[in-house]
């Protein structure tokens, strides 16, 4: 089974709601970083995450890891177009620099 | 700053031809990674590279792939013979605090 599971798979909502990523890792994290990514393009790194509880925002994008360092949510506060893409989740298991992804959420904002 | 750039954007091969994909990263940056996207397997870590010296090559998938970082500004993937299972997007990633915060564009491949 995969080692870090992301849900949805796909997401499309109505410009101005509220939504959640969610991405769950089978082992305990070192840390766990989100990207977004536009078709044709490269990754853009968002936000990384490596203390269980912590909580970061940037705008109106938050990102969660919870206590047990297993899972991490990304919450997008009164969507916009400007967020469709695919959102993807990279886990740090410790120990080297390597980074597992997700295999991504792909968003789409209805305006 | 240029962030990291690969090249070409996009390549079409036939089977059986030599593909050679080129990364320069941000300078200054002391770790290099090279990623592989396909919708089956998502995103797959191939190679990285520190100081220029190969860590952890344990997922370039066979003898067919050969990664090269001759200096700190320059970097080869090379796939030969390619074949069409090789289809995919490579990423060029660099950093130089273990924080992976820039990747390149990206190389579009098809081998027909």
């Known amino acids: 089974s995969q080692e870090l599971e992301q849900s949805p798979q796909s997401l499309i909502v109505q410009e101005g709601k509220n939504l959640t990523i969610n991405c769950t890792s089978s082992k305990t994290l070192y840390g766990l970083y989100w990207y977004k990514q536009k078709y044709g393009e490269g990754l853009i790194f968002l936000m990384m995450l490596q203390k269980g509880g912590e909580e970061k925002s940037h705008e109106k994008i938050t990102a969660k890891l919870d206590e047990k360092k297993q899972q991490s949510s990304l919450h997008i506060t009164a969507s916009q177009p400007s967020h469709a893409g695919i959102y993807l989740c990279g886990a740090d298991y410790g120990g080297s620099e390597k980074l597992v992804f997700g295999k991504g959420t792909k968003l789409t904002v209805n305006p | 700053d240029a962030g990291v750039i690969q090249s070409p954007r996009h390549e079409v091969t036939e089977m059986g031809q030599e593909v050679t994909l080129r990364c320069k990263p941000i300078?200054?940056?002391?770790?290099l990674f090279w990623y592989r996207q396909t919708m089956m397997r998502g995103l797959e870590l191939l190679i990285y590279?520190?100081?220029?010296?190969?860590?952890?090559d344990s997922g370039m998938p066979e003898d067919r792939f050969s990664a090269k970082m001759p200096n700190a500004s320059f970097s080869t993937l090379k796939i030969q013979p390619s074949e069409p299972r090789d289809s995919a997007v490579y990423f060029c990633?660099?950093?130089?605090?273990?924080?992976?915060?820039?990747f390149g564009p990206g190389t579009r491949l098809t081998v027909l």
């Open positions: 590279f520190n100081n220029n010296v190969p860590i952890d």
């Open positions: 990633a660099s950093t130089q605090n273990r924080v992976l915060r820039f």
């Open positions: 300078s200054g940056h002391d770790y």
